[in-house]
T-cell receptor, first 115, second 112 residues
C-alpha cells in the first residue's frame, strides 16, 4: 500500500469509447502527476498538478483530458483513443513541487488496452 | 532526447553476491537522484535517493553512489536476495523543477 490508489487496474476500451481513470492519494500531498509507461520506453510525464492547478502539460494529445477537483483526487478522461495509446498509466504524488529532495510516490497503475 | 540512461536492460546475479545497477545522466543541473523498484503489474516503489551534495547514501542492503564529474550513479545491493528480482529505474530531477526524468529500467534477476 503506497498511499496512492488507482482505479480501475485494468481497462479495455474501444476507439470510440469515453472512459476515465481515477487516482486518489492519502498522503496529504499537494502535487499529483500522470505518467505513461510504454514497453521499452522511459516513463513519460503527461500532466502535473499543484494544489489543483495544472502546471505542466507535456504536449499530450487532447484525447487525454486531466481533471483535479481537489489535492487528493486526479482523473484522466479518455476519449477516442488510438491502439498506440495502450500502456500502463501511472498516477503519482509528492509533497510539493519544485523543492529540493522532492520524492514522488506512485500508485499501482492502470493497464489500458485500446482495441 | 533522453537525459537519464540505463544502458543495461538486464542483469543476473547469484544470491548472496553484489548487484550493481548503473545509470548515466546528461543534465548537469540535476541535483536529486532516486531509485525505484518495480514488480510486474505494480507501480514503481521508491527505494533510495541521493542529493547532489553527497556522493554516497546507504540504507540497509542498498547503497547509492553518485559521481558528479562522470554524471554517473549506481545502486549496489549487498547481499542480493531472490526477492530483489524486479525492474529498477533511476530518476533525476532539478530541485526547482516540476519533472522527474526516468531511465528505461534494468531488469534484475537474482538466482537462488
Amino acid at each position: 500500500e503506497t498511499g496512492v490508489t488507482q482505479t480501475p487496474r485494468h481497462l479495455v476500451m474501444g476507439m470510440t469509447n469515453k472512459k476515465s481513470l481515477k487516482c486518489e492519494q492519502h498522503l496529504g500531498h499537494n502535487a499529483m502527476y500522470w505518467y505513461k509507461q510504454s514497453a521499452k520506453k522511459p516513463l513519460e510525464l503527461m500532466f502535473v498538478y499543484s494544489l489543483e492547478e495544472r502546471v505542466e502539460n507535456n504536449s499530450v494529445p487532447s484525447r487525454f483530458s486531466p481533471e483535479c477537483p481537489n489535492s487528493s483526487h486526479l482523473f484522466l478522461h479518455l476519449h477516442t483513443l488510438q491502439p498506440e495509446d495502450s500502456a500502463l498509466y501511472l498516477c503519482a504524488s509528492s509533497q510539493v513541487l519544485g523543492a529540493p529532495g522532492n520524492t514522488i510516490y506512485f500508485g499501482e497503475g492502470s493497464w489500458l488496452t485500446v482495441v | 532526447d533522453q537525459q537519464v540512461k540505463q544502458n543495461s536492460p538486464s542483469l543476473s546475479v547469484q544470491e548472496g553476491r553484489i548487484s550493481i545497477l548503473n545509470c548515466d545522466y546528461t543534465n548537469s543541473m540535476f541535483d536529486y537522484f532516486l531509485w525505484y523498484k518495480k514488480y510486474p503489474a505494480e507501480g514503481p516503489t521508491f527505494l533510495i535517493s541521493i542529493s547532489s551534495i553527497k556522493d554516497k547514501n546507504e540504507d540497509g542492503r542498498f547503497t547509492v553512489f553518485l559521481n558528479k564529474s562522470a554524471k554517473h550513479l549506481s545502486l549496489h545491493i549487498v547481499p542480493s536476495q531472490p526477492g530483489d528480482s524486479a525492474v529498477y529505474f533511476c530518476a533525476a530531477s532539478v530541485g526547482t523543477g516540476n519533472q522527474f526524468y526516468f531511465g528505461t529500467g534494468t531488469s534484475l534477476t537474482v538466482i537462488p
